[in-house]
C-alpha cells in the first residue's frame, strides 16, 4: 500500500522560506513520477514541480527560480525547498507519486501560509 506523508508547512513572513518534505512508503521515489501540487480555497489543484527517478525535473512558471525540488532515494523522499515565498503562496501544499500504469496517489496535504 503506497502512502505518502508531507511535513514542513506552517506559517512564515513574506520573503521567508519553509521546506517541505514527503515520506513514501510502499513504494520508491526512483522508480515512480513524483510531484508537488498545491491548492488555495476557490482554486484548481496545480502542479508545482516533478522529478523522475532519472531526476529529470520540471516546474511550473509560478514557481521557477523560487522552488527546488529534490528527491532522497536512500531516505525515500521527496522534498520542495521554497525561497522568496509570496502571499500568494499561501496553499495546501500536496506530495503526488505517479507509477508506471498512470496511478497517482497522494498525501493528506500540508498547510502553508505566507503572511505577516
Known amino acids: 500500500q503506497v502512502q505518502l506523508v508531507e511535513s514542513g508547512g506552517g506559517l512564515v513572513q513574506p520573503g521567508g522560506s519553509l521546506r517541505l518534505s514527503c515520506a513514501v512508503s510502499?513504494?520508491?521515489?526512483?522508480?515512480?513520477?513524483m510531484g508537488w501540487y498545491r491548492q488555495a480555497p476557490g482554486n484548481q489543484r496545480e502542479l508545482l514541480a516533478t522529478?523522475?527517478?532519472?531526476?529529470?525535473?520540471g516546474y511550473a512558471d509560478s514557481v521557477k527560480g523560487r522552488f527546488t525540488i529534490s528527491s532522497d532515494n536512500a531516505k525515500n523522499t521527496v522534498s520542495l525547498q521554497m525561497n522568496s515565498l509570496k502571499p500568494e503562496d499561501t496553499a495546501v501544499y500536496y506530495c503526488?507519486?505517479?507509477?508506471?500504469?498512470?496511478?497517482?496517489?497522494w498525501g493528506q496535504g500540508t498547510q502553508v501560509t505566507v503572511s505577516s
Open positions: 503526488n507519486l505517479e507509477n508506471s500504469s498512470g496511478r497517482r496517489y
Open positions: 510502499g513504494s520508491t521515489v526512483n522508480r515512480n513520477v
Open positions: 522529478i523522475t527517478g532519472t531526476f529529470t525535473i
